[in-house]
């Protein structure tokens, strides 16, 4: 009896061994095709140069 022990255990840590490498070589295959083939490319035109709050003065005005 103890043999057959043995050899679900072994079962259990092969299976679970191809388990961690396939999820491994999905995320891999995933994470190079993101890199390879990304289509993704930010717009082109700059924004508006009076956009935001880069260009204002900390100190306020005396209107």
Do not use: C, E, H, Q
């Not at 995320?27 to 890199?35: E, S």
């Not at 990304?38 to 880069?54: E, K, L, Q, R």
Request: hydrophobic share 40%; charged share 20%; no cysteine.
């Amino acid at each position: 009896m103890p043999d057959n022990k043995d050899k679900t255990f072994w079962v259990t840590v092969l299976k679970l061994a191809l388990g961690a490498l396939a999820v491994i070589v999905f995320f891999g295959v995933g994470l190079y095709y993101t890199a390879k083939y990304n289509t993704y490319a930010p717009p082109d035109v700059p924004p508006a140069p009076d956009w935001g709050i880069s260009k204002d003065s900390p100190i306020p005005s005396k209107r």
